[in-house]
Antibody, heavy 122, light 110 residues
Framework: QVHLQQSGPGLVKPSQTLSLTCAIS??????????WNWIRQSPSRGLEWLGR?????????EYAISVKSRITINPDTSKNQFSLLLYSVTPEDTAVYYC????????????WGQGALVTVSS | QSVLTQPPSASGTPGQRVTISCSGS????????VSWYQQFPGAAPKVLIY???QRPSGVPDRISGSKSGTSASLAISGLQSVDEADYYC???????????FGGGTKLTVL
């Protein structure tokens, strides 16, 4: 059974970098038929897809236009996990952040992490 | 403003059938499959429907999905109090090159 376990600080200061990790059990970050995603949820923005990483003979990263200039999602094959880095955060980045597995064909989120509230405040 | 449009609320009495709509465009629902998620307060979303009308194991058959053109629907029959939750639709968008969600529908069981 696939399980995603999130970790990371719950409070980040404005202009700093938000960093979260999603540890995978029951699957491999390198599995070909899936992608590993970060999604956030806030009352003002609802559910918002941030980006994903996946392996198809090479690593591919895709990011939402809204955060493309300040986001990095990295796979870590040695620890079987992936991470989110969101740079230059503002209070508008305050949200519950989720990691999730996307099963490519036909395309759906079949497993989610437990979620983590990240507050951006000084 | 979400890319996919859902009604903010829906309601029904126990035993009734309720449908929730999700409207998109040719770049998402029109050409890609739709999935539906149920979310309880404080919990992560959980998939109810994938590939427009497929149920993962464990989802009861009183829950169904359909798609026509650029719109999709989620139907819950034999409504129960345990169905009171938020529901979201999602699809890949070819123009945005990313996953898009509906704004969510809060289902109330009266």
């Amino acid at each position: 059974q696939v399980h995603l376990q999130q970790s990371g600080p719950g409070l980040v200061k404005p202009s700093q970098t938000l960093s979260l990790t999603c540890a995978i059990s029951g699957d491999s970050v390198s599995t070909n038929s899936v992608a590993w995603n970060w999604i956030r949820q806030s009352p003002s923005r609802g559910l918002e897809w941030l980006g994903r990483t996946y392996y198809r003979s090479e690593w591919i990263n895709e990011y939402a236009i809204s955060v493309k200039s300040r986001i990095t999602i990295n796979p870590d094959t040695s620890k079987n996990q992936f991470s989110l880095l969101l740079y230059s955060v503002t209070p508008e980045d305050t949200a519950v952040y989720y990691c999730a597995r996307w099963f490519h064909d036909p395309g759906w989120f079949d497993h989610w992490g437990q979620g983590a509230l990240v507050t951006v405040s000084s | 403003q979400s890319v996919l449009t859902q009604p903010p609320s829906a309601s029904g009495t126990p035993g009734q059938r309720v449908t929730i709509s999700c409207s998109g465009s040719s770049s998402n629902i029109g050409t890609k499959t739709v999935s539906w998620y149920q979310q309880f307060p404080g919990a992560a979303p959980k998939v109810l429907i994938y590939s427009n009308n497929q149920r993962p194991s464990g989802v009861p058959d009183r829950i169904s999905g359909s798609k026509s053109g650029t719109s999709a629907s989620l139907a819950i029959s034999g409504l129960q109090s345990v169905d009171e939750a938020d529901y979201y639709c999602a699809a890949w968008d070819n123009s945005l090159n990313g996953v898009v969600f509906g704004g969510g529908t809060k289902l109330t069981v009266l």
